[in-house]
């Protein structure tokens, strides 16, 4: 059986006060998985993702990706590792705004040094890919709300990261904008990418997961993984 690409052991994490975010949870996501994360405010999702993004480290337990200690690494190895093994998508985008499209999807490529021949090749394939390409020239506030969830991914794509995070994909977008995105969403999945994303978006999860995981009080209540698509 292939190794997990994320492996989260008996992570504990506490705060100053109240119940721990995270209580003893164990996951395994494989590659090539597609994982939604469920569960009710302060159930412990954005806690959960940004350990696997290494933003947070846990107060006891250890948390692996692609075969490294996240949970272990210093700030420099861990600003390294999220440019070279995870792309991240958020609810409001983060693109500047000041930045044309393509400028926006080569900032990961030449943050981690890549030949500006190579990245300009690879900005363009993707959105190419992603049905964008016409929007190459334009600034992110002349896109819709889809288009520019769009261009996010491709900006997290950029370095070819095995590891796709998401964090609220669809949450800031119309109906027709989101269902665009969970398209997306499960084509990449589909052509191999692995993707764990927290939504509250129940379509989305239906529309794209392989596997559904809820959270309580921290702790996974329910993993049930999807029909063969």
Request: overall charge neutral.
């Amino acid at each position: 059986m292939t190794d997990p690409l994320i492996d989260v052991r008996e992570v504990r994490k506490a705060y100053d006060e109240g119940p721990p975010a995270l209580d003893g949870l164990t996951l395994q996501v494989r590659p090539g998985e597609a994982l939604a994360v469920l569960g009710p405010s302060g159930s412990g999702k954005s806690t959960l993702l940004n350990m696997i993004a290494g933003l947070d480290r846990p107060t006891t337990g250890s948390v692996s990706v692609d075969g490294l200690r996240v949970d272990a690494l210093n700030e420099t190895a861990s600003a390294k590792y999220r440019r070279s093994r995870i792309g991240m998508v958020f609810q409001f985008f983060n693109l500047l705004d000041d930045l044309t499209v393509t400028d926006n999807v080569l900032l990961p490529a030449q943050l981690s040094g890549t030949a500006p021949a190579k990245a300009a090749a690879r900005a363009a394939e993707l959105l190419a890919q992603l049905g964008i390409d016409r929007h190459a020239h334009a600034y992110p506030g002349r896109l819709s709300g889809g288009e520019r969830q769009r261009v996010a991914v491709a900006r997290a794509l950029m370095n070819r990261p095995p590891l796709l995070l998401a964090d609220e994909p669809t949450g800031a977008l119309d109906t027709a904008s989101g269902t665009d995105v969970r398209n997306l969403l499960r084509e990449l999945n589909t052509a191999g990418q692995t993707i764990v994303l927290v939504t509250h978006d129940l379509a989305l999860a239906e529309s794209c997961a392989t596997r559904t995981i809820e959270l309580v009080d921290g702790r996974i209540a329910r993993d049930v993984r999807a029909v063969a698509r």
